[in-house]
């Protein structure tokens, strides 16, 4: 039971960013003029959909898992650190707290790996 949890788990945690990434490439435009307002140059956003989009399904077929969290973890705290300090709007705390809590699943991924239902288990 815990292998079937840990897969799901995986899953879980990871669909945020999937979805994310793919609503960076069809919003890239605007998703430019956003990371704008906040002086974050536009030429970060290709590698942040790259991260977005090959971490997530690393974790979830479970190949090279410990290292796709732990790259995954780096960005949520970067991301909490650059996107959500303004402690003055609730939104922002929930935001960067959101960003802290899953920076936080990531890095248990990275400490434990993949269980059972992973390629990382199939190639011990």
Known sequence: MKDIIDF????????LFLL???????????????????EVPGIFLTPA????????VLIIIGYKTKIAASCLAGFCITTALVFHLD?????QITSFLKNI?????F??????????FSLDYKKN
């Open 87 to 91: 402690f003055s709007n609730q939104i």
């Open 101 to 105: 809590a899953l920076a936080g699943g």
């Open 49 to 56: 959909i790259i991260l977005e989009i090959t971490a997530p």
């Open 8 to 15: 799901i788990s995986r899953v879980f945690v990871s669909m």
């Open 107 to 116: 890095l248990i991924i990275a400490i434990n790996g993949a269980k059972k």
């Open 20 to 38: 994310n990434g793919y609503f960076k490439i069809i919003n890239f435009d605007g998703t430019i003029e956003w990371m704008d307002s906040y």
